[in-house]
C-alpha cells in the first residue's frame, strides 16, 4: 500500500511528522536533517514537555511513493531491489517536524470497580474487562501529538526497531490517526539500527509500514502478565500481609508481595541452586601426586583415578619398587581457541558481568545511552551474523587511525590490515533480520566518554568486534603419562604460538590448559620423581548462581526475550526476593525461598518455566503471523485459571512455608496488648487478646499497597493497626481501623455471637474505615481468609457480603443451595434430598426460588423446576407445588 497524495487538504511540499521513542534519538534525526542538503533549520520549540524540530526543504525520494515495503513478515528487503527502487523514486522536497515520546505512551488497566483491590475475586480478573490509560505525564505527550497530528500530512513512526518498539509506535499511531484521519494511509515505518547519517538517510529512503503481527504479539502478552500477575499478587498479597510480619513493613505488613509470570521462575533458578548448596553432603578425599624436577621447572602430575575416599585402604607399592618412573605416553597435538561470534545482545550481557562485574540492567542502560549517541549500533538483538555487504575494512581503518594514547586498538587494526591479520567474522547461528549484531558506529577515543561505565562497555563492543574480525589462536596441548608400579600419572599442557585475537582480548580472556609447557621426555625412558605424596581434598559445594549463569538458564528456558531479561533480573532484586553479591552472584531471601516452597507443595510449580515458557513461543507464533492473538489468549488464560484456583484451594500450605521463615502477626515485639481476654477463638474457644501495634517514628502512614492491576489501597489514617491474637493457637488475625468490639446475644443469655462458618465470636465494627452506616459485623478468621463458598472472593469478608444460608447477619445476596430433604419422586429414595436455591429479599428475608431435584431413572427428565416464589419466613408452612415430570399431575409439597 502507497501513501495518498490526493489526501492532502494544503498545498506546497508535503508535511512529515517524525516521532521518535527518546528524546536523544529526537534530536540525532533533527541534526541529520539539518546537515541535509538545501535543508533550513527552523527554531526548536518546546510544547506540553517534548521537544520539537521544524526543517524544511529536506529532499528524499517522494514520501508517498514509497511504503511498499510489507513489514509484516521478518525477512529484510533485498537491497539491490531497494536501491533499484530508490533509482526510480523522484526526489523532492518535504517539510518534518520531529518529536519524541518517551517509551510506552499507552498501558492497559483493568475498567472501573476492577481496578480496586478488594472489589472483586481476584478470579475476575482473568476475564475482567480492560481499558487504555495515559499516565500523567504521557497524556501531555498524547496531547501534543494530537495537536501536531493536525497539521501534517504523513506520520513517520522512529520508534526502536523490535517488537516494543513496533507496540509503542502503534501506540502512537493511534493517537495521531484519532486526532487526523486524513493520515490513515499515510502511515510509514523508518527502519534503522544506529542513529548515524548513512543509516538515517538509508531509512528515509526505504520507508515500510507497521508489523501488526510484532503488536499483536506483544499486546497478547502484555494482557496475560496483567492478568495473570493482578490475580496473584492481589491473592497472596490480602493473605500474606495479614498473617506474617512481612520484612520492614511493621506488624502485618503493607508492602506488595507481587508475582510475575517471568520473576517467579527466574526465582526459581535462584532458589534451585540454593537449595543444591543447603543439601549438599562434604565428603573426604585423598589422591596421590608426582613431582618431577626437569626442565622445564617442576611439574605435578597427578595420579590418573587414585581418588579414594578411604585412606586407611592405600599402600604405597612405590616404595617397595625401584624409585623411578617410566615415561609410557607423550602425546601433542594442534589446538584452535575460535575467536568469538559477533555480539548479540544476551552475549553482551554475560561478558559484561564476568569481565566488567557490570549487572545486566546497568549493562543496558549503558548500552542505550551509548546507542542514542551514535556510539554503537542498536543494542537489542539476537543477530550474531553480519550480513555479506557489511563493510569491515572502513572501520578498522578508522581504528588504525587513532592515536596510540586512545590504547591498543591502532596498532592492532594495523596488523589486521598490514599483517594478514584479518579474517571475515564467523556467521553465528541466529538472525533476527531486523538488527546487525551490536557494533561500534563511531570511532573514538574511550578516554573521551565522560561515564565510565558507558566507557568500559564501549571498549567491550569495540574489542569484541576486533577480535571477531581476527584469526582464531593457534596453540599446542600435550599430554604426558608416567607410570610407577602399578601407578599411571597424567600431566596436561598447552603452549601458544600465536595468539591472534587473545590479543586485543586482554585482559578479558585468557588460554591455558593445564601447566603450560610440558617436558619433552622419550617413551620408555626413565626419570627419577622429585617426590610423591598423598594429598587430601573435600568435596565443594556449588556456588550461587552467577548473573551470566542465570542469563544462559532464562535465554535456554525461554524465560524473557533478549530485551527482557535484565529487568526481570533486577525485579526479583527489587521485590526482596533475592540479593546480589559483589561477585555478581544470587542468593535467595526468606520471601523467595517461602514463596517458591510454598507453591511447590500445592503441586504446580510455579516457579519452573514450563508455562512462561509456553507463553514465548505462543507469543512468537503470533509474531510470525501463523496464530492470532485470540488463539492464545483464551488458552493461556484457562491454565493459568487452574494454577490459581488450585493456589487459592491449597493456601494452607503458602502459609506453611510462610510461618517456617516469617513470624506470624502479633508473635514478636511490635505489638502491645490492649486487652487480654477480647472475644473467643473459633479453634480452640479460649478467649483471644486484643493488640494494636507499637508505633515508631517510620510507621506513621503505613506504606500506599498498589501493585500490578489497579491502584493500590493507599492507609493514610495514622491509626495503629489492631489485631486479635491466640496464645494458644500462636495465631493472628488482622482488624479493619476503626473501634471494634466483640459481638453479644441480646437478652438475659448474654453470649458470644458465633460465625455460622467457623466458630468465631463475631466483631462490630463502628463506623468508619472508608465505610457509611452505623458499622457492621465481621468474623475475624473470615475477614483474613475468605470464604470461598460463601464470599465474593474479593478479600476483607464482611457479614454484609456473606451469603450464607442460615446465619441472621449474612447480608449476601449471592444465595446457595442447601439440601432440605430426600426427593419426594424417587419412592427408592436413593437420591437424598433435592435442592433449594435462597435469596436474600431487601428485607434480608430468605426467598425460596427454585427447587431442584435430580433422578436416576432415565426415562424420566433430568431435573424437576418448582418455579414458586413464596417468603420461607413469612410462611414457613405453604405448600409448594409443580408437576411431576413422569404422571404430569399437579404435586403439592410442604416445606419443612
Known sequence: MVGNYNNRTRQGPPVLLNVAEKPSVARALAKVFSQMPQS?????MRRDAAQIFTHDNVLFPDIFSQGNNNNNNNNNNNRTQQHQQQQQQQIRPHRMITTSVRGHLAGIDFAGEYKQWGRCDPLELFEAPLEVTYSEDMERLRRMLANESKKVD????????????EAIADEVLQVCVDSNRRLIPNVYRAKFSTVMDGEIKRALNTLGRINDYFVQ????????????????TRFQTTRLQKKFTLPGNGEGGNSVVSYGPCQFPTLGFVVERWARIETFVQDDFWFLELSLQVQPPSSGIDGGDNRNNNARPITFTWKRQPNTATVISLEGRPKNKWRPLPLATIELQKRASRYL??????LMKAAEQLYQNGFISYPRTETERFRPEFQHHPLIRDFASLS??????????????????????????????????????????????????????????????????????????????LKIASEEFTAKGLMVEQKNWLEIYHPYER????????????????????????????????????????????DKCGIGTDATIAQHIATIQQRDYATKDNNQRFSPTKLGIALVEGYNNMGYQLNKPDLRRETERECNLVANGQKSKDDIVGPILDKMKDCYRVATRDAHKLDQAMARHYSRVGTGNDTEVLQAQFSECGNCQRSMALKQERRTGNNSGGARRGGQGGRGRGNSSSEPKKLLFCNTCQEGWMLPRGECRPKIEEGANASPVKCAICDFQVIAVARGGGYTGNGYNICPKCYNDSPQEYS???????????????????????????????????????????????????????????????????????KFLLATKMCALDAPRNPLYGRSPSSGSLVEYLLI
Open 357 to 362: 562485574r557490570i549487572g545486566s540492567e546497568t
Open 511 to 554: 588460554w591455558s590448559t593445564g601447566q603450560g609447557e610440558l617436558p619433552h621426555l622419550r617413551v620408555g625412558s626413565r626419570v627419577i620423581p622429585e617426590s610423591l605424596v598423598m594429598k587430601e581434598g573435600k568435596t565443594t559445594p556449588p556456588q550461587p548462581i552467577s548473573e551470566p549463569e542465570l542469563i544462559t538458564i532464562m
Open 792 to 862: 465474593n472472593g474479593g478479600g476483607n469478608h464482611a457479614c454484609f457480603g456473606c451469603s450464607h444460608p442460615t446465619c441472621a447477619l449474612a447480608g449476601g445476596n449471592k444465595g446457595s443451595e442447601v439440601e432440605v430433604f430426600a426427593c419426594p419422586f424417587c419412592r427408592e429414595k436413593r437420591i437424598q434430598g433435592g435442592k433449594i436455591s435462597l435469596r436474600k429479599n431487601s428485607r434480608g428475608v430468605n426467598n425460596v426460588v427454585v427447587l431442584l431435584f435430580g433422578y436416576l431413572n432415565l426415562s424420566e427428565a433430568s
Open 154 to 165: 504523513v506520520l513517520v513512526l522512529w520508534l526502536d526497531c523490535d517488537r516494543e518498539g
Open 217 to 232: 504479539a506483544v499486546k497478547a502478552r502484555t494482557e496475560l502478565d496483567l492478568r495473570v500477575g493482578a490475580a496473584f
Open 404 to 481: 596510540d594514547a586512545a590504547g591498543p586498538y591502532a596498532s592492532y587494526a594495523n596488523q589486521l590490515l598490514n599483517e594478514n591479520g584479518y579474517q571475515p567474522p564467523r556467521a553465528g547461528p541466529n538472525d533476527d533480520q531486523a538488527h546487525p549484531p551490536i557494533t561500534p558506529c563511531k570511532v573514538v577515543d574511550p578516554n573521551t566518554i565522560q561515564d565510565l561505565t558507558q566507557q568500559k562497555v564501549y571498549i567491550l563492543v569495540v574489542k569484541h568486534y576486533l577480535a571477531c574480525c581476527s584469526r582464531d589462536a593457534v596453540g599446542r596441548e600435550t599430554s604426558l603419562t
Open 40 to 44: 533550513r533549520e527552523g527554531e526548536p
